[in-house]
């Protein structure tokens, strides 16, 4: 979803309950009629003690025969108020927005977004650290986490590996594919992990300089 953040800073008042009204993010399309909302984002009273809320399970029942309520909403920039119709009174709830965990969020994209700029020329540059970014980020393109690998195994960094094994990956396949890439960058820098302590030691050694293990 791309949202304007600064309509989150918008206040509106649910005028049955006087409480602060919700932005939601707006359901695919309209019950009503089948039509766009026009808006990304909605403001939804979810205040349960709301009387529009409390005393729609009755009119709803009366009138259509349903176990349904209302929820006031209104569009943002606009006072025009509609009514929602509503199933339980968990509706729309999973569906308000966190303003700080949505800065957070873009944040993280601009970040992403920056590494991924930044990756045709990082080899050139000896940079990793947008590749290392990419693949330690879980929440990025995964064409983009596959990019990166092949320009860690180019940047032959073998500092890259402990931050890489001391991640928790998400996906089966791409960490199969990381362990893939740390080979390469191991064999290419004639060392090994010990199996018993994971530190990095000679490729031709028969025992651990750290752990003092047999190999």
């Not at 993010?25 to 409390?54: M, R, Y």
């Not at 025969?65 to 009174?89: D, F, I, K, T, W």
Request: charged share 25%; net charge negative.
């Amino acid at each position: 979803m791309v949202l304007n953040i600064q309509v989150l800073d918008e206040v509106k008042i649910c005028p049955h309950c006087k409480q602060k009204m919700s932005c939601c993010e707006a359901p695919p399309f309209h019950i009503g009629d089948g039509l766009g909302w026009g808006s990304d984002v909605l403001f939804i009273c979810l205040n349960d003690s709301c009387t529009l809320f409390l005393n729609g399970w009755d009119q709803i029942e009366a009138q259509y025969g349903h176990h349904a309520s209302y929820r006031y909403m209104e569009l943002p920039g606009s006072s025009e108020g509609n009514l929602m119709m509503v199933a339980n009174s968990d509706a729309f709830k999973a569906c308000a927005i966190d303003k700080d965990v949505l800065l957070s969020q873009n944040e993280r994209y601009q970040k992403e977004k920056e590494a991924v700029e930044a990756l045709p020329s990082c080899v050139e540059k000896g940079n990793d650290q947008p590749v290392m970014f990419l693949i330690l980020d879980e929440a990025a393109d995964l064409a983009s986490r596959d990019a990166a690998l092949e320009c860690l195994i180019k940047l032959n960094n073998i500092s890259c590996v402990d931050p890489i094994r001391n991640h928790r990956f998400r996906d089966p396949a791409f960490e199969h594919r990381v362990n893939l890439a740390v080979a390469q960058i191991l064999k290419a820098n004639f060392v090994k992990e010990c199996p018993f302590c994971f530190e990095l030691i000679k490729a031709q050694a028969k025992k651990c300089m750290h752990c003092k293990e047999n190999l």
